[in-house]
C-alpha cells in the first residue's frame, strides 16, 4: 500500500499537469489516456534560484524577482565573483537518462526568469556582466533566441534521437544540465 499511494500522487500531478498545459495551449479537451500515460511517465527538472525582491528590483527593475525573501543582490554579484557559480541558482538534477521517445519537463521554481535551452556546448548567455564573472565570455549560439520560463512556467521537450543533450540557462549560464537519451 505504501508505494500505491506515492504512484497515484505522481498520476494525479501529471493528470494537472498535462490539464493545465492542454488548457494553456487553448485546447479545452480533457487529457487523453495517452497524454496521461505520456505525462506520469515524463522526467523532471526543477531550476531554483533564491532572488530577494528588494535588492534585485532595485538593480534590474520592477518584477524582476517575485519570490519572498532570497539573498541579496550585491551577495548574489559576491558569490558569483568568488565561485564563478552561485549555488542556489541551479537545475536539479544536473544529469538525467531517459529513454528514446520519453518527455521531460523543466519547472521554474525560482523567482527570476531563466531558459533551459538546448545548446550543441555550454557557453556564455545574453547578460554581458554574468558572462564574464562566471568565466563563460562567449554567448552559446543558440541563446539568442532562447525564451524565458517565467516563475512557475515550464518547458517540455521529448527527445526524438538517442545521445546527450546539453541545456543550459541564457540567462544565468552555470546553471547547466544533460539529458542522456538511450535507445529503445
Known sequence: MRRFIPLLGAAVVAA?????????????????????????????????????????DAVLGEGACVRAGGMKFDQFIDQLTKHQSVGAWSFSPPN????????????????????????????GGRVPLLNALSGNPVEAEECKQAEDIPPGGRFDDTPDEAGVEKYQCCIHPWMRATVTVRGS
Do not use: K, M, Y
Open 16 to 56: 494537472i499537469q498535462v490539464a493545465c498545459s492542454a488548457a494553456d495551449s487553448g485546447s479545452l479537451a480533457p487529457p487523453t489516456a495517452p497524454d496521461l500515460a505520456r505525462a506520469a511517465d515524463a522526467r523532471r527538472f526543477e531550476i531554483h534560484d533564491a532572488c530577494d525582491p528588494a535588492t534585485f
Open 96 to 123: 538525467r537518462d531517459i529513454r528514446l521517445g520519453q518527455s521531460f519537463v523543466a519547472l521554474n521554481q525560482g523567482g527570476e526568469a531563466h531558459t533551459f535551452t538546448e545548446v550543441e556546448e555550454f557557453g
